[in-house]
C-alpha cells in the first residue's frame, strides 16, 4: 500500500457505530448523545498493514492550552486554531467505509454550508503541508501501542488498534457474504 495525499474523509456510520460496541472510546455518533448530525471526519493514513482513519474534531477551550503531542496535533490557519486531529481514536478502514468529501463551493450552498466548506478546505490546507509529519506521527504511536513502549496513560487514551482491526476483518468478511 502507498500513502496516498492526504484528503478529507466521511466515514460509514453503521461502522464506526460497530467499532463503537467494540470499544467505547471510539468517538461515539449516536442519536442519543446528540451526535447524530455530526459527521465523522478524517484523513486516511497507512499504518503497517492497515489504512487508518484520523478524526478531526472542533477545537474546544482546552485545546488553546495543550500542547502537541503523539497522540494530538492542532490545525491552524491565519494563527488561530480551527481545528484537532485525535491520533489516539484513529480507527481502521478501507476504501469501502470513507467517502472523499466534496469541499467545493457551490452557489447553491447555504451560508452554513459554505462556512464549512471553507473550513475544511483551511483545514485540509494545513494537513497536506503537514502531511509527511502527521504520517510520520501515525505510525509512531501505532507501533508503540501494539508494543510494550507505550505507558500506561497513552495507553489508556488511545484506542485498541488490534482489537479494532479484528472489528474490520469481521466487518470485511460479513460484507462479502
Request: with cysteine.
Amino acid at each position: 500500500m502507498n500513502q496516498e495525499k492526504l484528503y478529507l474523509y466521511t466515514m460509514d456510520m453503521k461502522y464506526v457505530r460497530n467499532l463503537h460496541s467494540a470499544d467505547d472510546r471510539v468517538q461515539s455518533v449516536s442519536p442519543q448523545i446528540h451526535k447524530s448530525n455530526r459527521p465523522f471526519v478524517g484523513v486516511v493514513v497507512i499504518c503497517g498493514e492497515h489504512q487508518y482513519c484520523i478524526p478531526l474534531d472542533h477545537p474546544k477551550p482546552k485545546h488553546l492550552t495543550m500542547k502537541n503531542d503523539i497522540d494530538f496535533t492542532r490545525i491552524f490557519h491565519d494563527e488561530k486554531l480551527i481545528g484537532v486531529m485525535n491520533f489516539n481514536n484513529m480507527i481502521p478502514v478501507d476504501n469501502t467505509l470513507v467517502k472523499k468529501m466534496n469541499i467545493k463551493i457551490n452557489k447553491n450552498d447555504s451560508p452554513e454550508t459554505k462556512a464549512y466548506k471553507n473550513l475544511c478546505a483551511n483545514e485540509l490546507d494545513w494537513i497536506q503541508k503537514n502531511q509527511d509529519a502527521i504520517v510520520k506521527k501515525a505510525n509512531k504511536l501505532y507501533q508503540m501501542i501494539n508494543s510494550d513502549k507505550a505507558n500506561n496513560n497513552l495507553r489508556k487514551r488511545c484506542l485498541d488498534f488490534k482489537k479494532l482491526e479484528d472489528v474490520l476483518t469481521k466487518w470485511q468478511a460479513n460484507k462479502k457474504k
